[in-house]
């Protein structure tokens, strides 16, 4: 029997117009990756500031300079719609590489911040 | 085995009425364009919000930043059309959280693109046509409302089918 679970992957941005690179792994229990969403504990320099390239199994899902304002759903969308639907993208070797890159906004000043990714993954018990 | 891809084409528009024009090249491995989505950058928020009224129960007409157009070098010729908004204006529309009378403080909840802006998904079209490269034009808009030069950043995100 499959579950529906949310795998949730931090990086931590200390410094402004940089580009920070990260891999996850996943569970090796995870049978497809469903969809995906971005938030952070300052959206509005995600919103102005963020893009990123996403790269999972080494195949690129969103390519550089990819705006997370595309990837934020605000509190106006219901809760299951939140997420970025994937389709269902098979693991392969469970490997999600994130490149981050802040860069610099007129409409907002930097102060280090969180970004977070979810990922909506079904998993064998 | 049919994969979703993306590829972004980036303008620079900083004069009043101009009309850019560009090309898209397709990857080789692109089946079919399956939908496009924009965004805009770097534009002044803060004089923007300026040329509205701040209205509870106004529903204001949300101008575009511009016209966009894509036209494939197959029979479809022109397969998209669409204006370029910046964001909502009338988010908080209706939003009695914040005091009537107090719309210069900076409270904690107060309504945001980032914090009530709706889902994004790109617009779906469907052209199959084995074309190597888009040819577009962008027109500015909002410089000849405001009858200024308005500097900003459009991004052109072209969705396609990958089969390999």
Known sequence: MTKIIKKRFDLQITAANQTKSDSFELDKTVLSIKGMLITSDRDDLLYYRGTQKIEINKEEIFPENYESKLLMSGINVAPRSRYYDLGGIAPGNGIIKVDYKDSNSLLTGFTPYRVSFYFDCETTE | ?164
Not at chain 2, 27 to 49: A, M, Q, W, Y
Not at chain 2, 81 to 105: A, C, K, M, R
Not at chain 2, 118 to 143: F, Q
């Open chain 2, 1 to 164: 085995m049919v994969r979703e891809k993306v590829i972004v084409k980036e303008l620079s528009i900083n004069k009043r009425g101009l009309r850019q024009f560009f090309e898209i090249r397709l990857p080789r491995d692109c089946n079919r364009i399956i939908g496009f989505e924009t965004s805009v950058k770097d534009f002044d928020l803060f004089n923007f919000h300026h040329h509205f009224s701040f209205d509870l129960f106004y529903f204001q007409p949300i101008y575009p930043a511009g016209e966009l157009k894509i036209q494939s070098c197959g029979k479809s010729n022109q397969c998209f059309s669409t204006e370029v908004v910046v964001s909502d204006i009338n988010l908080g529309f209706g939003d009695f959280s914040i005091p009537f009378f107090d719309i210069i403080h900076d409270y904690p909840w107060k309504h945001s693109q980032w914090t009530h802006t709706r889902k994004r998904e790109e617009e779906v079209i469907s052209v199959d046509e084995n074309c190597p490269t888009l040819y577009g034009n962008y027109k500015d808009i909002i410089g000849e409302i405001w009858n200024g030069d308005v500097p900003y950043r459009v991004s052109i995100y072209v969705w396609y089918e990958s089969k390999k």
